[in-house]
């Protein structure tokens, strides 16, 4: 099988203040997903929406693992990479479903975004309880 190249733009970056990876509560956090101006109009109709899905790439993640201890918790059993959400990856791309609280122009404020500072956008989608939520 012969693997073929994916190329990704950014559309945009994250602005919070996350400047350094930690494990916690992101609830709380208020962070702006800042799409670059020419997608601008391509975020109408979005405030209709109460939640989105942020598509990232998580840029300062260097090396991959094929084995993780969730949480680095030694009562969690050791799985595959595929099998958790350690963000050592062989592909470091993330979603995160986040708490819509506003759109100003190309900006969106969201909560619960667990991105440090900078990251870059992959793509935004719009939460819809029909596709999204497991039945």
Same mark, same amino acid.
């Given at each position: ?14 602005? +919070?203040?996350? #400047? !350094? &990876? ?12 800042? $799409?670059?101006?020419?997608?601008? !109009?391509?975020?109408?109709?979005? !405030? ?11 840029? #300062?993640?260097?090396?991959?693992? @094929? ?5 680095? +918790?030694?009562?969690? &059993? ?5 099998? *958790?959400? *350690?963000?050592?990856?062989? +592909? ?5 479903? *986040? ?7 190309? #900006? @969106?404020? $969201? #909560?619960?975004?667990?991105? @440090? +500072? ?18």
């Amino acid at each position: 099988m012969r693997m073929n190249e994916i190329n990704l733009n950014p559309i945009g970056f994250v602005k +919070n203040n996350i #400047k !350094e &990876p930690r494990f916690g509560n992101f609830a709380n956090e208020v962070s702006e997903v800042i $799409v670059d101006e020419k997608f601008t !109009e391509a975020l109408d109709g979005i !405030e209709d929406y109460s939640h989105v899905i942020v598509v990232y790439f998580m840029d #300062k993640i260097k090396d991959y693992v @094929l084995k993780h201890q969730p949480q680095g +918790n030694p009562n969690v &059993p050791v799985v595959g990479i595929f099998a *958790c959400r *350690c963000p050592k990856r062989p +592909n470091p791309i993330a979603i995160t479903t *986040c708490l819509l609280v506003k759109r100003e122009k190309n #900006k @969106l404020f $969201v #909560k619960g975004l667990d991105t @440090l +500072n900078n990251t870059p956008i992959i793509d935004i989608k719009p939460y819809w309880l029909q596709y999204d939520k497991p039945k």
